[in-house]
């Protein structure tokens, strides 16, 4: 086996990774999450990476702030993964869909990160560097509640691939 991946033949266990602009998510978001990356243990065991919002406020430039943050994003991603910025201007997909790109991800052998960006989105660096972007749909949404959303989707992927009942689709 080689870093931690199953031998060939056998599905490969990712491990993936959530980098999000923010910090200290209201005590719901966090128990909500915590419950989903629990759920996630043997399927796509998560990570939470909390990046340091960007100084804004009254005189602060807010495009200084998405850069700074642009910055930490990028130096928080690790080499080798497929990057997955979330942005409304990227790809929605049903939760089946998303389970289908599970899947591919899977078979390429490489660790999914995703990417949530601050108030403003991402840099334009960060999105340059994203290997794809995932939509969660038009709605505006915030950011905190995005992190359990897209726990809460990847745990649906996973229990869709493995035929678990909690998908009713």
């Not at 200290?24 to 978001?29: F, M, R, S, T």
């Not at 601050?118 to 995005?146: I, K, N």
């Amino acid at each position: 086996m080689d870093g931690g991946r199953r031998a060939a033949g056998t599905r490969a266990i990712l491990k993936a990774k959530l980098i999000a602009v923010g910090e200290h998510a209201p005590a719901w978001v966090a128990q909500g999450f915590a419950d989903h990356q629990k759920r996630l243990l043997h399927g796509l065991p998560l990570e939470l990476v909390e990046i340091e919002p960007g100084v804004r406020g009254k005189g602060r430039d807010a495009a200084r702030a998405m850069a700074d943050e642009g910055g930490r994003v990028l130096a928080a991603i690790p080499r080798g993964t497929w990057v997955v910025a979330l942005d409304g201007r990227g790809k929605a997909y049903s939760s089946e869909q998303l389970a289908q790109r599970l899947e591919h991800w899977r078979g390429q052998g490489r660790d999914p990160v995703f990417l949530i960006g601050g108030p403003e989105g991402h840099a334009d660096d960060v999105l340059s560097r994203a290997d794809e972007s995932w939509s969660l749909g038009p709605l505006t949404l915030p950011h905190m509640l995005v992190r359990l959303l897209v726990a809460e989707q990847l745990y649906r992927a996973v229990s869709i691939l493995g035929n678990h009942p909690y998908h009713r689709a």
